[in-house]
Every structure is written in C-alpha cells, then in structure tokens.
C-alpha cells in the first residue's frame, strides 16, 4: 500500500514538473478529495496585479462589472467614437461614462511625449453606439458625456430613460428603436440640437406635450408603438421633413399637423382613421401620403399641391366622388386596392399626370372608355376585380392592350378624336421623351423590338431621379446594364414582352423597387438576391418558364401581388406562403398543378386567389367558379385534424 502512495505521489510530481514555469495548488473540496490546480506564469501575473490574494479566485464565478478592450477606449479618445454594438452587454461599463474624465491606464504605464501616444491630448466622445445589446436601463452618469451628438441605443431592452438625457445639449441624432420605452421622459424634449430621434417598435401609448420644443427635428419615426392620440404640439415640428406614425391606434389626427409645411412623407398606415382633416392641405410640401390600412370610407379631400403619391389601399372605400377626385391635381401614382369601389367615376379622366392607378381587389363590373384617354397612364392594375365584357387574357396582356381595347370602345368625336391623336402620338415620335423624363419621372422606350436600349435615353434621365422605367415589348435578352444608373429612385421596372432567358442578380440593387413585370419573357427561376427587396410589393411573371414557384419570393414578405399564371409550376410551399402576411393577389392559373395543399386554406390575406386552368381534381371546378373565399373555405374543410386523445 506505501509503494502505491509513493508511486501517485512521483505521478504527481512529474507531472507538475511536465510542464516549465507551471504553479500549481492543492486543496481538499467539499468531498476531501484532492484537487490539484496547473496555473502558468501569465494566469499568476495577472492574479497578482488584481491583488488577489486568492490565487483561485480567477477560477469562481462572480458577478463582475463588464469590461472594455483598453485599446478600444484608448482608439475612442483619439477618434471620438466608441462602438460597443452586439457585445451582450447588459450594463454600461462604467470605463465608457468616464472615458473623458479618468485619467487614462496608460498615463501611469507610459510617460514618454511620443505624437501617438499624447494622451492627454483627448478628443471628447461624440458618437457612442450602443446597439443590439441587452441593456435594461442607462445610468443618470450618461451626464458626464455632454459632448455627445450620437446616441444608438436602438435593439436593447430598456423600459425607461434617466432625466440625466436632458443634459446632453449638444445630440443631434437619438435612435431608441426596438426597445421597450413605455414613455418618452419629459427632458428629452429640451434637447434642442436633435435632428432625428427613431422611436419606432416600442410601447409608447402617449407622448409628451413637450414634444414640439424640438424644433430642430427633421424626421421622427413613431411606427409600431401603441399611441392612440398625438399631441396638438407636433405641429410645431416646423423643420420636419420625414413623419412616420404608421402601425399605430391612431383613431384621429390632429388638425395642427397641417402646420408642418416642410412635411414631405406622412405615413399613418395601419392605424384606425377613419377621417383625414381637411386643413391637411396646407401642408404645401407632402408629395407622399400613405394611409393603408385603416377604416376609410372616402377618398380624402387633400388639396396639398405638391401630392404625387396617395396611398389608401386597404380600406372601405365604397365610392369615388368628384370633389375628391378634383383635388389631386399633381398625382402620379393613386393606390386604391382592396376596396370596395363598384364604379369608377368618369372624372377619373381629369387627372391628367397620373401614371399608374391601382384598382386591384374592389367590386368594379365596368371600366370607362374614357379612361384610355388619360395621357399619361402607364400602368393600370385590375386583377381581383369582377369585370364583366373584358376577356381575362386581355388583362395579362398589359396596361397598354387594355387601354388600345377601350379606346375601340370610344364613340368616335371628330373634335377630341384629333385631339387625343396629337397628345398621344407627337411625343412618342421622338427618340428620347424629354417631357415624360422631366415632368414625369418616367424613362420609356417601349414596342420599338430593340435588342438594347439607346445610352442616349440614359444620359438624357442622368441626375432626374427617374422613378418608373417601360422597356416593354422589345427584343432585350438581358437586362440594360446601363439600368443601374437609375439605383437611387427607381421604383417601377416594365420588362415583359422581351426574350430575358434569366434576371441578372443586379436588380437586388434597387432598392426602392415596389414593381416590376416581367411577363412573356423566358425565365426558369429568380436570383436569390432579390430577397434584398424589402419594398417589392407586385412582381408579374405570367407567361414564363417556371417549373417551380420561385424560392426567393416565399422570403419577401412585402410582397402583396404574385402573378405566375401560364407557367409550368407543379408545386407549392402552403407553410412558407402564409410566411407572406401581406400578399392578397396570387395567380397561378394555367400550370402544372396536380395537387392544391389544403394548407393553402390558411393563407387569410389572400383575397385572390386564381386556379383554374390547371390538372388537379380538387377542389372541383364549380368550386373554383365560385370564387376566392369559396376555395380557401374548401381546402380549409380538408385539412386533417388531430384525433383527441382519449
């Protein structure tokens, strides 16, 4: 038994002697058993400078203050910035609120008068980024950095803010997104400097009247919080530019907002509104309004002047009245799907600059002739509608078949006949359309069979923030290169009725892209790129050579209208499908399906929903005639359910 001790006790000797410049530690535990611990020179160094009198306490787990690289702190005194996003944090060190006020670490190590190393010759810290962090509150020491003009704290878990915010004069940028702020704290409202506070996917249910003492803000974004009232001081945001209070409980807006004569973009979508103030017309420089989502029940009466764009789909909208109709004198773009308009108006005819007018998903049986003679109108969007004495493959064909076919319609008046000819005829005689490139904001060169496009189109729309380009019936086999020089703006692409074998990952570059057709082309699939789209809300692929419904579209979840009718498709994904919350319009007429997964029946933002023309036995055919609603009840009623269990 000696000899068996004293053979472990060289085994442990030779093993800690195994090893040069190793310390090593005994101690019995909680069971008397022995526990042997290897430090090497370094571990012991650092213990020692902590003053640990323990060498075992680097090995216990305690709670400790968050540390910061020393060289991160000594590069932010340089530069005047410090970037601590995505670090876990779930407190700020202390080292960052005195970063300007301790006297630095290596002050006491280095005592030389090199030019890098000047460290008392500081820069205060101006941008202090915090975000995707797990902060729960910021400590009233934020005080001790009155020179910042940065603050990031968006993507953390803050529930409040310290008053000490007040203090910091000098900020000019706040981002406080994706938190959990229940309330906006008085002081904030002092800061006169901020340009930009982002509030957005909070809790907010109220704000300060204190609000409009910010009167340098030019954007403030309030979406996705609970508010349910806004206070009559936002009004005086007389510098404002940018508003977005979208995805709120907004059941009204205060008539003080027509004060904000700088406003460019409102955005109040997804809210309650049921009435837009009619003083909202004095808000001379709104060109964007979006009011999706809500309980209209007429077309707002905006006289803005500058209005180009109107966005009310989504709503009860059950009629167009003239009054309204005479105040868009500048629209170009009118969104008005899923409604519930039955008729539309001729005064509709007197727009004279719109460009695109979006009627899909509403109850209209009829379309004016009169509406062919709009000047301007590129696009016209219809599907979902129960038009009667218009064939459904005229619908595919395009805005322009349509409006040739309702111009046959026309009775014929000498006067306006000649008339119509000159407004419409002259201008498509020139190579380049200097009106519609400078007025409208439109590249077209379309029904011309060009296997490219001219570079002297692209010169002529350089710096003119082109937002929708019609290349149509043509002979392209790729996309125009030249295409990206419109990045910045671009918002509509027309490219059917051409020969694209494929779709060049380049167009994942725009954007802003909210449109774009392709039908009758060649295309086999999309590139994954174009899940960068995140604005995309139609796409138009009719008449292609999709065997499969594209993979990248299931991850667009802007996506609202899918036209993929006579194709080749033979199968798709239900579960990923109803991952598209916003997608009402699907067409996948005429394919290859055998098989309609009952799943599908779930997809509940579907509000069209086009089958036929395609193998599959069920649903049957009378079931398919009888609409949307019918189809998805149908295949709702087959999906298997779970026995209980007994």
Known sequence: MKKKRKEKRQKIIFAA?????????????????????????????????????????GFRTEKTEPTIPSGLLKAARKSGQLDLSGRGLTEVPQDVYHLNIDTPEEAHQNVSFGVSDRWWEQTDLTKLLLSSNRLTQLSDDIRLLPALTTLDLHDNQLSTLPSALGELQELQQLRLSHNQLTSLPVEV???????????????????????????????????????????????????LQKLNLCHNNLSCLPATLAQLTNVKLLDCSNNQLTDIPARLSDMLALEQFYLRHN????????????????????????????????????ISLLELRDNKIKILPEQITSLNTLTRLDLTNNDITTL???????????????????????????????TNELLKYLRGRIKEDPERADEGQTAMTLPSQARVNVHNINTLKSLVYSEKQAADIPDELFDAAADQSITTVNFSKNQLTSIPPRLVDLLPSLSDINLGFNRLTCCSPDISKFLQLMHIDLR????????????????????????????????????????????????????????????????????????????????????????????????FRTPRAAIVAKGTDAVLEYLRSRIPTLPQPK
């Open 17 to 57: 002697g195994a090893w040069k410049k190793v310390h090593f530690h005994v101690e019995l535990n909680t069971h008397n058993t022995l526990i042997l611990i290897l430090l090497n020179t370094r571990t012991m160094s650092r213990l020692k400078r902590a003053g640990q009198g323990d060498s075992l306490a």
């Open 189 to 239: 409202c002092t800061l006169k400097n901020l340009c930009s506070i982002t509030l957005q996917q909070n809790q907010l249910e109220s704000l300060p009247d204190e609000l409009g003492h910010l009167e340098s803000l030019t954007q403030l974004d309030l979406s996705h919080n609970h508010l349910k009232g806004l206070p009559s001081s936002l009004g005086c945001l007389i510098r």
């Open 295 to 330: 309980k209209l029940c007429l077309l707002p009466k905006v006289l803005a002047p500058a209005l180009k764009e109107l966005y009310v789909g989504n709503n009860h909208i059950e009629q167009l009245e003239t009054e309204q109709l005479a105040c868009l004198t500048s």
């Open 368 to 398: 004016p002739a009169s509406l062919s003679l709009l000047p301007n109108l590129k696009v016209l969007l219809l599907e979902g509608n129960p038009l009667r004495g218009i064939r459904r493959d005229l619908l595919t064909k395009g």
């Open 520 to 615: 009758n082309n060649q295309l086999r699939d999309l590139p994954s790129e174009m899940k960068n789209l995140t604005k995309l809300c139609s796409i138009i692929l009719n008449y292609n050579r999709f065997k499969s419904f594209p993979e990248v579209l299931y991850q667009i979840v802007s996506l609202e209208t899918v036209l993929l009718g006579n194709n080749q498709v033979d199968e798709v994904d239900p579960h990923r499908l109803m991952k598209l919350v916003h997608l009402s319009t699907l067409d996948l007429s005429n394919n290859d399906l055998l098989n309609i997964p009952p799943e599908m029946g779930l997809c509940a933002s579907l509000r069209c929903l086009s089958l036929e023309g395609n193998p």
